[in-house]
């Protein structure tokens, strides 16, 4: 269960500060599917990154399963990042110099969690066990995108925080990653947060969450 509770947040200017977030409160329960809507610049992207650690706001308190994360250091921080997170961000951040194997491992093995069934299991249901030896610079978009998916739920984590993750994609291959992804988010029992501008995928999730002047609408 993720609970957010009145995050602020705000960014330095040259002359003055500018309020992003205003007191967002949100919650997502364990398995549940939620889209985060909001116009371009509203904070979507500022939100998801204070709520996956990677950045910290400024009042407000974000709890995953009873851990306060808000409150924790930097080395705190990192151990949720690798232990409990999965983000499968439009950057999609794969590493060139391992194969699709290694990529995909990564961050469980970091975490002493890999499981060689389930990744077998992963690898065959994101169509990626033809690609296992191959690096990323050759495979397609799609292909890119599938790894990042299931680099981030490989650790079976409890938060899955996406960031616009089909915006490359044509919208076929979107659906079907999308359709992956919710899959596999409420087989883990994951809290599933994802940042789109497509009404069509926001109406594909439980629930749906509009952010606009800060706050959740
Ligand atoms: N590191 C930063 N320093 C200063 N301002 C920032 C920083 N990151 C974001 N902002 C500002 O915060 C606001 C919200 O940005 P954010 O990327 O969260 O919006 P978004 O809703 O994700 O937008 P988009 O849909 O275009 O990706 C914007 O005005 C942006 O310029």
Redesign the pocket.
């Known amino acids: 269960m993720l609970t957010v509770r009145d995050i602020e947040k705000s ?3 040259a002359d003055r500060a ?1 309020a ?1 977030l205003r007191g967002v409160s949100l919650e997502v329960a364990g398995g549940e599917s939620v889209a985060l809507t ?12 204070c709520i996956g650690c990677l950045d910290t706001p400024d009042r407000g308190e974000v709890t995953l399963d009873g851990t306060r994360i808000s409150g924790l250091d930097e080395a705190g921080r990192a151990a949720m990042r690798r232990d409990r997170i999965g983000v499968v961000f439009q950057s999609l951040n794969l590493i060139p110099s391992l194969d699709v194997r290694a990529n995909l491992s990564f961050q469980a093995r970091l975490s002493g969690r890999a499981d060689p069934q389930w990744q077998a299991e992963l690898s065959e249901r994101l169509g990626l066990t033809p690609y296992l030896d191959r690096y990323p610079e050759e495979l397609s978009g799609g292909q890119q995108q599938r790894v990042a998916i299931g680099r981030a739920i490989a650790n079976r984590p409890s938060l899955l925080l996406a ?2 993750p089909t915006g490359n994609l044509d919208e076929e291959t979107a659906g079907r990653v999308l359709d992956l992804l919710l899959e596999l988010a409420r087989e883990t029992g994951a809290a599933f947060l994802m ?1 789109t ?1 497509s009404d069509r995928h926001a109406a594909r999730m439980d629930r749906r969450l509009h ?1 606009e002047q800060g706050r959740i609408a």
């Open positions: 960014f330095t200017g500018h992003v909001g116009e371009s610049g509203s904070g979507k992207s500022t939100l998801l990154h960031d616009e940042v501008h952010l």
